[in-house]
């Protein structure tokens, strides 16, 4: 790694990562360094990583630039710049919501090219029903993790991180993942709704499809946490279905 660093002055440890090994900043002779890391023995995390690994050069603007990658010693870390930001606030009339949704409009004109497949139809696939999978193709690269962690805020915009769960689909499915996280931090359903509007994929979305995503989602929570657990989840996806039948 010294190669692309030059040498290592300081590391800290990141903990809020969920499908890597390692992650840290680190402080270099060539600057500051966002590493994330996993050894090859863990499958789950160094697919994850290969299939980020592929998207990034799609995301230029929208995430910070992925710069290397060095495997030795059965682990494999990858080196991004380093982006002085805070988690994004998605609660009730937050500031931040305004970026959020500026740099969630730039990423919904991305599309992936041909020999990049990896449908959100099939990562949900167990859940649908068959007619349902249909209304859930579309070529535009979502991320399908808008937690906090992931949107990352500083010097007046945004930046979508850990692009591991990347999936394709219709442009709508990420503003949907992130009404239900505003509903999460407890901003009300209907004021989530109304920050989802501004986007025009939301307010042309297929009720149809909304409702099989939505269906699909909470079978999915029900499955994961069982039957009482997914209730609060389930029922903010729920509310999602209020805006396409109003």
């Known amino acids: 790694m010294l190669a692309e660093t030059g040498r290592v002055r300081e590391v800290r440890p990141v903990v809020d990562g969920l499908t890597c090994s390692f992650a840290a900043g680190l402080t270099a002779d060539s600057g500051r360094w966002f590493v994330k890391g996993a050894p090859e023995a863990d499958r789950r995390a160094w697919e994850a990583q290969y299939a ?107 930046w979508m991180v850990d692009w591991a769960m990347w999936a394709q689909g219709p442009a709508w499915v990420d503003v949907a993942y992130t009404a239900v996280r505003l509903m999460e931090a407890d901003t009300p359903a209907a004021e989530a709704l109304e920050w989802a509007a501004q986007f025009p994929s939301w307010r042309s979305a297929d009720p149809a499809a909304v409702a099989a995503f939505v269906s699909a989602s909470c079978r999915q929570w029900e499955a994961m946490v069982g039957p009482v657990d997914c209730v609060p989840s389930n029922r903010r996806f729920e509310a999602l279905l209020a805006a396409v039948h109003a």
């Open 52 to 158: 980020e690994r592929l998207v990034f050069p799609l995301l230029e603007g929208v995430g910070p630039a992925f710069r290397w990658r060095v495997a030795a010693g059965g682990w494999e870390l990858m080196g991004f710049d380093w982006v002085d930001g805070r988690h994004a606030d998605l609660g009730p009339g937050s500031p931040d919501l305004l970026l959020v949704a500026e740099v969630m409009l730039a990423a919904q004109e991305i599309t992936a090219p041909d020999f990049l497949y990896r449908p959100l139809a099939h990562r949900l696939g167990p859940f649908l029903e068959t007619v349902e999978v249909p209304l859930l193709a579309g070529g535009t690269v979502l991320h399908t993790d808008t937690n906090p962690h992931n949107l990352l805020v500083g010097d007046g915009r945004a």
